[in-house]
């Protein structure tokens, strides 16, 4: 994000791009440019806790797949990352083979 500042330092505008009044780059975590988003109603502000679920299951199957081609190995990953990594594979074996069982019939002889 590009801002303007005031005389005191303050943000008091935001832009995507570059322009006259917005030349300070100013990363989009920066601590005063969040507080200056909280505060301006009509800034669109992007909810990014929104698409945190997905963006989890897409770095799992990353690491999947880095693991599977070769490029690092489970070892590799620091020992709280390899506990955080095992708990959601045994949570998510659970949790399939749960469905699994709810996919059957009512009469027992099938999954639907």
Same mark, same amino acid.
Request: hydrophobic letters at 30%.
């Given at each position: 994000?590009?801002?303007k500042r005031n005389?005191?330092?303050?943000?008091? &505008?935001?832009?995507?791009? *570059?322009?006259?009044?917005?030349?300070?780059f100013v *990363? *989009?975590?920066?601590? /005063?440019? &969040?507080?200056?988003?909280?505060?301006?109603?009509?800034f669109e502000?992007?909810?990014?806790?929104?698409?945190?679920?997905?963006?989890i299951r897409v770095l799992e199957d990353l690491l999947d797949v880095l693991m599977d081609k070769g490029v690092i190995s489970f070892t590799d990953l *620091?020992?709280?990352a390899q506990q955080?990594?095992?708990?959601?594979q045994s949570l998510r074996r659970r949790l399939n083979s749960v469905e699994l069982m &709810?996919?059957? /019939? /009512?009469?027992?002889d099938g999954i639907i």
């Open positions: 994000m590009y801002v005389e005191t330092g303050q943000i008091v &505008q935001a832009a995507r791009e *570059p322009s006259a009044e917005c030349r300070e *990363p *989009p975590c920066a601590p /005063d440019l &969040q507080a200056f988003i909280a505060e301006d109603p009509e502000a992007v909810d990014l806790s929104k698409t945190d679920l997905g963006f *620091p020992e709280p955080k990594i095992m708990e959601r &709810q996919n059957h /019939d /009512d009469e027992g």
